[in-house]
């Protein structure tokens, strides 16, 4: 019953009322932000397609153009001509040199449909680049939420086993004193040695796996990886007491970009389709080029006004393939977008299960805390009263060590359902 009623709460909360968030948490998202190579790779992408966008637009307007050429021909045309009533032949004699430069100016009147579409896409596109940068971002900042508590765990460890290695030392410096003076077994004192050898040893072991967690903490938010970052000193538990209600979830970047390649593989059908519909341009010529017209040699000017059409007339049935080829990508951007969805759904309920266990072990693990400290407490009672031996004793303390680990870790992992059930929703801002 208990699971049912979080699990009815979660469904209905905002997740930003799940819990504290550390305002170093929120911060370093920020640094996370601003220094992720992938965004800036995203946010270029973004400004590429806003200029492939105008590039597009730009095609609907009359484009100007010019030419320039020169050519020297070693054998230029002659005709002689006979004509009735001339006593020599008439003599015709083309120039071996011939130069100018001219400009077009062309406008294209109906493209069957190409130039539309193709700003379409190209919108599509936009659109598809903003979505992929608003994934990035839900995506970096849950990494830095994870690698932020777990390296906020791996703090709270070593300061776990470091107490342990204190009480390991003050036992096995009271049993030295005992051993002095001969009130226990010589025994209990190489026993109690080994112990703190190997809570050493933990300790170093604790302390590389902090000291590499923060480093790569350092390296997600652009730091110097052996600068000492300052963190939260214990990860707090989740609160869900103070929950809002959540009217609609935002829909996931993932499905955006499902819905954009729908989108574009449509564009697509229609773009492939236009080059099989006729064309109409029309256009305006200046040129100014030797040898003129009738033949002078001189520099003259000139223009030509034309219309074109072009009209595809047998591909032998490319058309129709193109078309269906087309039609199945469409019916496969479809098909993703409907496994997307599913995935969807399934990370929403996993992460909002997941959490609610997760929280039901954060409190077993406080439960377990507590009685490990209070059979500690009896242990070294018993002990000082020659009740049990020291084996007994360095198990209590074993417990308790492995119960705040417990502990520390059951709340890590509620830090990192919670911040997977916030990316589920889509609720990163």
């Known amino acids: 019953m208990k699971k049912i009623y979080i699990l009815f709460i979660l469904s209905l909360c905002d997740p930003f009322a799940f819990g504290q968030q550390s305002a170093m ?17 995203a946010e270029k992408n973004l400004a590429a397609s806003i200029e492939l966008e105008k590039s597009a637009r ?11 050429n020169f050519q020297y021909t070693g054998n230029p045309l002659e ?13 015709i004699q083309g120039r071996d040199t011939k130069y100018g430069a001219s400009l077009t100016l062309l406008q294209p009147i109906y493209t069957g449909g190409r130039l539309l579409e193709s700003i379409r896409m190209a919108q599509h596109q936009h659109a598809l680049a903003s979505h992929q940068k608003e994934q990035l971002l839900s995506e970096v900042c849950f990494q830095t939420d994870i690698q932020y508590w777990n390296t906020v765990a791996r703090q709270e460890i070593v300061g776990i086993v470091a107490d342990y290695r204190n009480s390991i030392a003050a036992l096995t410096q009271t049993i030295r004193e005992r051993v002095e003076i001969s009130l226990v077994n010589p ?7 080994v112990k703190l050898n190997d809570a050493e040893f933990q300790l170093l072991q604790a302390q590389k796996n902090f000291d590499t967690g923060l480093m790569a903490f350092n390296s997600l938010i652009g730091l110097p990886l052996e600068e000492p970052t300052p963190i939260d000193t214990i990860i707090p538990q989740v609160d869900t007491s103070d929950s809002s209600r959540l009217t609609l979830a935002i829909p996931r970047p993932e499905i955006k970009i499902a819905h954009d390649q729908i989108k574009m593989a449509e564009s697509s059908l229609k773009l492939n389709d236009s080059k099989y519909k006729p064309q109409l341009y029309v256009g305006v010529d200046g040129s100014y080029s030797s040898p003129g017209y009738d033949l002078r040699a001189d520099l003259d000017p000139n223009y030509a006004v034309y219309a074109k059409v072009s009209v595809p007339l047998f591909e032998w049935g490319k058309r129709r393939n193109e078309k269906r080829a087309s039609n199945q990508k469409i019916g ?5 977008l409907n496994q997307i969805q599913d995935k969807v759904n399934l990370e929403i309920q996993t992460a909002r299960l997941s959490l609610s266990q997760a929280l039901d072990q954060v409190q077993l693990s406080q439960q377990s805390l507590e009685k490990a400290h209070e059979n500690e407490r009896q242990a070294m009672e018993r002990y000082n009263e020659g009740e049990i031996s020291i084996v007994e004793v360095i198990e209590a303390q074993t417990y308790r ?10 709340k890590a992992s509620a ?3 919670y911040s997977a059930l916030i990316k589920a929703l889509n609720q990163y801002k």
């Open 58 to 68: 730009a095609d609907l307007k009359p484009k100007l153009s010019g030419d320039a």
């Open 401 to 410: 060590q492995n119960a705040e680990i417990n502990h520390v870790q059951a």
């Open 25 to 41: 948490l929120e911060k370093y998202r920020s640094m996370a932000l601003e220094y992720s190579h992938d965004l800036k790779a």
């Open 415 to 417: 830090q990192g359902q």
């Open 187 to 193: 025994q209990d004192l190489l026993m109690a040695e």
């Open 79 to 91: 005709i002689n001509l006979n004509l009735p009533g001339m006593d020599n032949p008439l003599q």
């Open 332 to 336: 496969m951007a479809k098909d993703n």
